[in-house]
């Protein structure tokens, strides 16, 4: 019995001998552990990063707006203190107004126009020229049968003083000018031309060294042949092909792109003045009117 009383005092002894004192680490542990991640929480709110603040402040603008039926409206989000948070741009809506084009070039482009067709307001009248105000800039479109004669690429005498009136309106202003020549459908096969691609581009030419003979600065000139590709008319009709036959001057805007040139084309201009559809031929005073198989060079051009 005594023995084993010895025994349990013993073991409570051993029991009493390891009981931790120190406890209270571990709480203390577990405080500066989550005063270290407090401190951490505090110093990331302090920092912002304006790349991902500008996406949240995006985020919420394109969900407020669609909630409100309105997805390009915008929702102000406000910096935080000590912060400053990049403007961010709403974008403009697909059909918004353009903006307003300058209104000097435009000026200065109907001026132009207005000139011309004074200066050749007796052609106009009979139909061989007109004068138009587009996109591009200001086109005055010159009937074949005024300047040449059939298949030819020289200028003809009788042309003389139409072109010298326009040369000296050219050359009073500093816009590029492109000359253009077209023909009608029919083919032309001589040893000086194979081809309405050669015409064409003879016929622009010969108007270029004209209006550098006559005072228009080289740098400003241009000549391109279209041969019959681009035509304003029907070829199908003998007045279609009248209108086809033609040089056009292209006095063009200082932002003409070329790379859009296909988009101004297909915009209608303004027309200044009305045209004959009966462009008469220079060599017989009528309406032209193409016989079957009949050599090219008796054609008009």
Do not use: C
């Not at 059909?95 to 200065?108: C, G, I, N, T």
């Not at 270029?208 to 005072?215: D, K, L, P, S």
């Not at 000139?221 to 279609?240: I, R």
């Not at 003409?256 to 296909?262: A, G, Q, S």
């Amino acid at each position: 019995m005594s023995t084993a009383h010895h025994s349990r005092r013993r073991r409570r002894s051993e029991d009493e001998e390891h009981v931790n004192h120190e406890r209270w680490l571990i709480s203390y542990a577990d405080f500066i552990t989550l005063l270290f991640a407090f401190f951490v929480v505090m110093y990331a709110i302090s920092s912002v990063n304006e790349g991902r603040y500008r996406v949240l402040s995006n985020a919420l603008s394109t969900a407020f707006g669609r909630f409100r039926g309105d997805p390009q409206s915008s929702l102000t989000v406000p910096a935080l203190p000590g912060t400053t948070v990049p403007a961010v741009r709403t974008p403009r809506r697909a059909d918004s107004a353009p903006a307003a084009p300058d209104q000097k070039r435009v000026e200065h482009m109907k001026n132009i126009a207005d000139r011309l067709s004074k200066v050749l307001a007796p052609l106009v009248s009979k139909g061989e020229v007109r004068v138009t105000n587009g996109a591009r800039g200001v086109a005055i479109e010159i009937n074949a049968a005024v300047l040449f004669a059939s298949g030819q690429a020289e200028l003809q005498p009788s042309s003389g003083e139409v072109i010298k009136s326009v040369a000296a309106v050219l050359a009073a202003i500093d816009d590029p000018v492109q000359v253009e020549g077209h023909t009608d459908s029919i083919p032309i096969a001589t040893s000086q031309f194979p081809s309405n691609w050669e015409l064409s581009t003879a016929r622009a030419g010969s108007v270029v060294r004209f209006f550098v003979e006559h005072g228009v600065p080289p740098q400003r000139l241009s000549a391109a042949g279209y041969g019959e590709f681009h035509p304003v008319e029907s070829n199908d009709t003998p007045e279609g092909r009248a209108r086809n036959r033609r040089v056009t001057l292209m006095i063009l805007t200082p932002d003409d792109k070329r790379e859009n040139l296909e988009q101004l084309n297909a915009a209608k201009p303004d027309e200044i003045s009305e045209p004959n559809p009966q462009l008469p031929d220079a060599a017989s005073g009528v309406a032209a009117t193409p016989t079957e198989g009949r050599n090219r060079d008796a054609a008009p051009r």
